[in-house]
């Protein structure tokens, strides 16, 4: 059984690096067939695709925080990070990681299947 | 980008069925799956690829997908299955995941 896990501070000054590590247990990283995603969600608001990283190191991110997000991978550790950079108030919110399963039935579709128990993160000084 | 439409909240009386939908440009030609979330938790997959039920979820939970329009649908509605719902794709134009605004389903 697959296990993802949040790790990092739960409080960030405005203006500074959000970083963030997920720690993936029972399966390799490195297997194929898997993206490594990042997701928020803000207090009684809704989910909020930050980026995603293959195990190649190859990523996609929102165009809304594409400038400011940095998604890296650890297969030695076995770990995926996020860092945001130049955060606000409007950044408070709970983080999710999350592992995103390809399958191929005609097309290509990608869709979660394993979720963090997601770690709250409050930008305030 | 892609937008994916819910309606904010779906009230059901329990044994009922209820229907939450999730529009979206020509959506019947894309995959659509559906989360559930309850208060203080993790998302759950409940449906993906349209109408696939991941192992564990009950048969009472159903999907469709067609035109501009998906459909969770649950039928012999639970206490229990009162949540938030997220419907989601891959855009695979732009390469990028699109989620729903969430749709709470409230339980009379």
């Known amino acids: 059984q697959v296990q993802l896990q949040e790790s990092g501070p739960g409080l960030v000054k405005p203006s500074q690096t959000l970083s963030l590590t997920c720690t993936v247990s029972g399966g390799s990283i490195s297997s194929g067939g898997y993206y490594w995603s990042w997701i928020r969600q803000p207090a009684g608001k809704g989910l909020e695709w930050i980026g995603r990283?293959?195990?190649?190191?190859?990523?996609n991110y929102n165009p809304s925080l594409k400038s400011r997000v940095t998604i890296s991978v650890d297969t030695s550790k076995n770990q995926f990070s996020l860092k945001l950079s130049s955060v606000t108030a409007a950044d408070t919110a709970v983080y999710y990681c999350a592992r995103e399963s390809l399958m191929v039935r005609g097309v290509i579709f990608y869709y979660f299947d394993y979720w963090g128990q997601g770690t709250l993160v409050t930008v305030s000084s | 980008s892609y937008v994916l439409t819910q309606p904010p909240s779906v009230s059901v009386a329990p044994g009922k069925t209820a229907r939450i939908t999730c529009g979206g440009n020509n959506i019947g030609s894309q995959s659509v799956h559906w989360y559930q979330q309850k208060p203080g938790q993790a998302p759950v997959l409940v449906i993906y690829y349209d109408s696939d039920r991941p192992s564990g979820i009950p048969e009472r939970f159903s999907g469709s997908n067609s035109g501009n329009t998906a459909t969770l649908t649950i039928s012999r509605v639970e206490a229990g299955d009162e949540a938030d719902y997220y419907c989601?794709?891959?855009?695979?134009?732009?390469?990028?995941?699109?989620f729903g605004g969430g749709t709470k389903l409230t339980v009379l």
């Open positions: 989601q794709v891959w855009d695979s134009r732009s390469d990028l995941v699109v």
């Open positions: 990283i293959y195990t190649t190191g190859s990523t």
